[in-house]
């Protein structure tokens, strides 16, 4: 539960500092919108008590949205080319449909005043409080504002590929401003949510002509002496 912690301070910390620079506040909608993040979290909560694994997509969806162009909802626009279609994001990234929800909501208490960047931000911590029975909590301040901008070749060329090795995940990371350290607590992320067998099935069957698994990783437990 520690790393828990841990992890949910460094996507305060972290995805905080890689938003689009905007003066971030704790009550930026506090009379502008007042009940703008109640409705989210209630919302979000409609969501998540019919379908669990939104919660794991909801935060892998900030993390997209902040690693281009920081947080300022790019990942969500539909435009040609868009970030959508990047590699690490096509048939994988889900939740949109959440973030559309929330905002048609929102909207309709305030027009016009609620980022969709701020929504999803919010919205991937109420997930994650919801789905971890508060047991996983940051604080998320607001005030973001969104890009109108979005790119499947800067996401292909900025978003982790999943077959990186070690140092390369590092270089990633340290391009975004992140140590080694951060890079790996906020992999464990990954305790939660799922992956399609395409990022794994190479290293797990047929890996080598000595070796069906790939002998780097770890046995599964029941294997273990
Ligand atoms: C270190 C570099 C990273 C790589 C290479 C990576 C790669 C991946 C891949 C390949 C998947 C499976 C996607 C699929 O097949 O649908 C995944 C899932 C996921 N990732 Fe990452 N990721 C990284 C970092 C992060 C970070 C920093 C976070 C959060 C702060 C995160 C959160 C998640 C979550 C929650 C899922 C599950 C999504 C779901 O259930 O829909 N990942 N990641």
Not at 63 to 73: A, K, P, S
Not at 77 to 104: C, P, W, Y
Not at 112 to 137: E, H, K, P, Y
Request: aromatic share 6%; glycine share 6%.
């Amino acid at each position: 539960m520690a790393n828990l912690k841990l992890i949910a301070t460094l996507l305060l910390l972290a995805l905080a500092a890689s938003s689009a620079r905007a003066q971030l506040s704790d009550n930026f909608y506090s009379s502008s919108c007042p009940n703008a993040l109640a409705k989210v979290k209630e919302v979000v909560g409609t969501w998540i008590s019919s379908d669990s694994t939104l919660a794991p997509s909801l935060l892998r969806l900030h993390f997209h949205d902040c690693w281009i162009r920081g947080c300022d909802g790019s990942v969500l626009l539909d435009t040609a080319n868009g970030e959508k279609s990047a590699f690490g994001n096509v048939n994988s990234l889900r939740g949109f449909e959440v973030i559309d929800d929330i905002k048609t909501q929102v909207e309709a208490l305030c027009p016009g005043v609620v980022s969709c960047s701020d929504i999803l931000a919010t919205a991937a911590r109420d997930g994650m409080v919801q789905f971890s029975g508060a047991a996983i909590n940051w604080a998320v301040q607001t005030g973001r504002r969104d890009g109108v901008v979005s790119s499947a070749s800067e996401a292909n060329a900025d978003l982790p590929p999943p077959f990186s090795n070690f140092n390369s995940l590092v270089s990633n990371f340290q391009n975004k401003g992140f140590t080694s350290r951060e890079m790996i607590v906020l992999s464990g992320s990954h305790t939660v949510g799922r992956s399609h067998c395409s990022t794994i099935q190479s290293r797990l069957y047929n890996f080598s002509s000595t070796a069906s698994t790939d002998p780097s990783m770890d046995s599964p437990p029941s294997q273990r002496l």
